[in-house]
């Protein structure tokens, strides 16, 4: 089993640490991950994206073309990467962002991100909300998984976040 993952969005969405907590996720389940970042000229508000394999074979090179899932938190990414996605692929995008234009021939999902994330007071969590959508749709970790990677990430200088951050993925999980 090899799964491809792109997740893009403007710079300050949370698009790296969505990836590098679904890197890590696999690594805890002892699987094979890799995390590949790529931004743009400007860091918050420009462009960004990760590429994230992971697999229970090795994995030969950290790049790829075309993804079987996408993750995307804004419009412009979604027009830069929807032809990306494998036939038979999945995506996720944010209804609050994203407004799909293409009849795909791989499967969509959409949450509004955005505003669930603003109903708790916390905008900075769209990318969490996303994240419990992408745990529901694609049964990928168990939630208990993805909170072990995110204790690992936080430290313990950002321990205080979990809460919140978990709330936000419990969210995406019931929309």
Same mark, same amino acid.
């Given at each position: 089993?090899?799964?491809?993952?792109?997740?893009?969005?403007?710079?300050?969405?949370?698009?790296?640490?969505?990836?590098? #907590?679904?890197?890590?996720?696999?690594?805890?389940?002892?699987?094979?991950?890799?995390? #590949?970042?790529?931004?743009?000229?400007?860091?918050?508000?420009?462009?960004?994206?990760?590429?994230?394999?992971?697999?229970? +074979?090795?994995?030969?090179?950290?790049?790829?073309?075309?993804?079987?899932?996408?993750?995307?938190?804004?419009?412009?990414?979604?027009?830069?990467?929807?032809?990306?996605?494998?036939?038979?692929?999945?995506?996720?995008?944010?209804?609050?962002?994203v407004h799909l234009n293409q009849d795909a021939s791989?499967?969509?999902?959409?949450?509004?991100?955005?505003?669930?994330?603003?109903?708790?007071?916390?905008?900075?969590?769209?990318?969490? #909300?996303?994240? @419990?959508?992408?745990?529901?749709?694609?049964?990928?970790?168990?939630?208990?998984?993805?909170?072990?990677?995110?204790?690992?990430?936080? @430290?313990?200088?950002? +321990?205080?976040?979990?809460?919140?951050?978990?709330?936000?993925?419990?969210?995406?999980?019931?929309?």
């Amino acid at each position: 089993m090899t799964k491809t993952i792109r997740i893009a969005g403007f710079g300050g969405q949370g698009v790296m640490l969505l990836g590098q #907590v679904l890197a890590y996720s696999a690594t805890l389940k002892g699987l094979n991950a890799i995390w #590949v970042p790529t931004y743009g000229p400007e860091t918050r508000g420009g462009t960004a994206n990760c590429m994230v394999t992971i697999s229970d +074979e090795p994995i030969y090179s950290p790049v790829f073309k075309d993804s079987d899932d996408l993750i995307v938190l804004n419009e412009p990414s979604y027009n830069k990467f929807k032809q990306t996605v494998k036939k038979k692929g999945y995506m996720l995008y944010n209804e609050s962002l994203v407004h799909l234009n293409q009849d795909a021939s791989y499967q969509t999902s959409g949450i509004k991100a955005n505003d669930i994330a603003a109903s708790i007071n916390e905008p900075k969590t769209i990318n969490m #909300v996303l994240l @419990g959508r992408y745990l529901r749709d694609t049964n990928l970790f168990e939630k208990e998984t993805v909170l072990d990677a995110l204790r690992y990430y936080f @430290g313990s200088k950002k +321990e205080h976040l979990i809460e919140v951050n978990e709330k936000a993925i419990d969210l995406g999980l019931l929309a």
